[in-house]
RNA sequence: GGCGACGUGGCCGAAUGGUUAGGCAUGGGCCUGCAAAGCCCCGUAACCGGGUUCGAUUCCCGGCGUCGCCUCCA
């Protein structure tokens, strides 16, 4: 059973089910205005990570994860740039998926979009109009969060906190709302900004109001978990919540959110404090996987630094991971099950609140346990911890890479190489190294025979 | 100002009131004709000062420092 951190409760807490077997999952997703930046390749990866580990163990998950195609920046963009807005939003999701493709993280079950939910918000707008718990202003519809008594449930704070610092910044549509922590559910449209109708005026929909109404729909009243960054807490989330409770209706069950991304000072990675800062480039630059890897050797919740070393770290590592799987994929061990004891102890970390470290250090301990046994001719041990790590990865979306498809012209080049080792011809043996390492493979003397695989 | 997180060995990063995290790097050994690759082995570290305790990196208090949230950023 799994049990995870509950923003609200802040313990680790059993994740229930509503449907013993099957998980209900809210996500919220990108506002797609712009390349996505390592954050997002964090939470999409954290939550994939969750998923997989789910369905691997025999749950069903339903993993809901929106697409905001309607936003101020998506509309701040098309007018800077001169260009229609749904150009940017359709461009900008089609790089997000490739991103995402990359990085093995698998597609949501189900990827709504905000435009295609108006109607609905429309619907819940009216609907917490006639329970005044809504009012409109001169600019739009606020939700009235005096309607909703444990506001700040998810912010830990009260509102006279939460209003007390904070200072500086510019309070949205102030003038008029009744309370400054009243937030919009519908923004009246400017002339030439794309509109939807509604009764209170042409416009488009709150931010917040899309996930509310995308989650209660495809999963249903009460569904089991909500997730995303720390920095959706508040207020995304909050006034997610709050929408709900004004409509009376039962929220998600459990909330959690995931660490940032820092750089190598320490800092929130939000803009372009490094060279990496972009998820694409990150793809781009180096193997993909690693950022999983990095990933997993810190636990979710914990700030994660991603720079040059850690990166280059994880590629060693994985690169490591790889070799075991391809001279066991070659060894010729009989087919075996996966050694219990190994993944119950895996289950038992992952259960503890995605340890991922420590489900890390036990996947490494058994490639080292595996290597042992077959070096003392314990085949059977071998495989059954061999099977296991294959689990664990499978488990956890780690693709390992064996055996490249070689060259019959470089395999051959291979056996004249052991040939002429054979032969005492040593010359003949060491130029045939020196050509193949030329061409970019590295040559491995094992006692079975030379093997060759790309540097 | 409010709320919260954190300060661990060369770097990254876990658990934990007393005994092994793990990864990467370094070092040693094995293998090899020599190499490389690979495999095995190895690390007593915990911001500072008090306190509780037989014993604290782990609990409490106080400093110092870093970071996050506090109205639209994963």
């Not at 007390?164 to 919009?184: I, M, N, T, W, Y």
């Not at 051959?412 to 080792?421: E, H, M, S, W, Y």
């Not at 040593?426 to 025979?449: C, H, N, P, S």
């Amino acid at each position: 059973m799994l049990h995870l951190y509950d923003t609200v409760t802040r313990d680790v807490r059993e994740l229930k089910m509503r449907e013993p077997g099957k998980l209900g999952i809210y996500l919220c997703g990108p506002t797609v205005y712009g390349p996505p930046h390592l954050g997002h390749g964090r939470a999409t990866l954290v939550y994939d990570i969750l998923r997989r580990y789910m369905e691997w163990s025999g749950v069903q998950v339903r993993l809901v994860s929106n697409i905001t195609d309607i936003d101020d920046k998506i509309i701040d963009r098309a007018n800077r740039e001169n260009r229609p807005w749904n150009e940017i939003t359709h461009k900008c999701e089609a790089v997000w998926f490739d991103a995402m493709n990359a990085l093995g993280v698998l597609r949501p079950n189900d990827v709504p979009h905000a435009t295609e939910y108006v109607d609905q918000m429309v619907d819940m707008i009216g609907e917490l109009m006639s329970s005044d718990s809504a009012y409109a202003t001169d600019d739009g519809v606020y939700l009235d969060i005096s309607s909703v008594p444990d506001y700040g449930l998810l912010a830990h704070q009260n509102l006279e906190d939460m209003l007390s610092g904070g200072g500086d910044r510019e309070v949205l549509g102030a003038a008029q709302k009744r309370h400054p922590a009243d937030f919009a559910l519908w923004k009246f449209s400017k002339p030439g900004e794309p509109s939807w109708p509604s009764p209170w005026g042409e416009g488009r929909p709150g931010w917040h109001s899309e996930c509310v109404v995308m989650s209660l729909q495809l999963l249903g009243e009460g569904f089991d978990l909500h997730c995303g960054g720390a920095d959706l807490r508040f207020p995304h989330h909050e006034n997610e919540r709050a929408q709900a409770v004004a409509l009376g209706k039962t929220f998600a069950q459990h909330w959690m959110h995931n660490g940032f991304v820092v750089d190598t000072e320490g800092e929130k990675m939000s803009k372009s404090l490094g060279n990496v800062t972009n998820l694409v480039d990150l793809v781009q630059h180096y193997d993909p996987r690693a950022y999983r890897m990095l990933l997993l050797q810190t636990h979710y919740r914990s700030p994660v630094k991603v720079g040059q070393d850690n990166i280059d770290s994880s590629v060693k590592s994985l690169a490591n991971l790889d070799g075991f799987a391809d001279r066991m994929s070659q060894a010729a061990l009989p087919a075996k099950s996966a050694d219990i004891e190994v993944l119950a102890k895996f289950r038992e970390v992952m259960d503890n609140d995605i340890d991922t470290p420590n489900a890390m250090a036990i996947i490494f301990d058994t490639v080292r346990r595996a290597n042992i046994a077959i070096e003392s001719g314990e085949t059977d041990v071998c495989a059954a911890l061999t099977t296991a790590v294959h689990e664990m990865c499978n488990a956890l979306g780690l693709v390992l890479r064996s055996g490249d498809d070689i060259d019959a012209a470089i395999v051959d080049r291979a056996q004249q190489l052991d040939a002429a080792r054979v032969a005492k011809d040593f010359a003949t043996a060491d130029a045939i190294r020196i050509e193949l390492q030329a061409a970019g493979y590295v040559v491995e003397t094992t006692k079975a025979g030379t093997r060759v695989r790309r540097a």
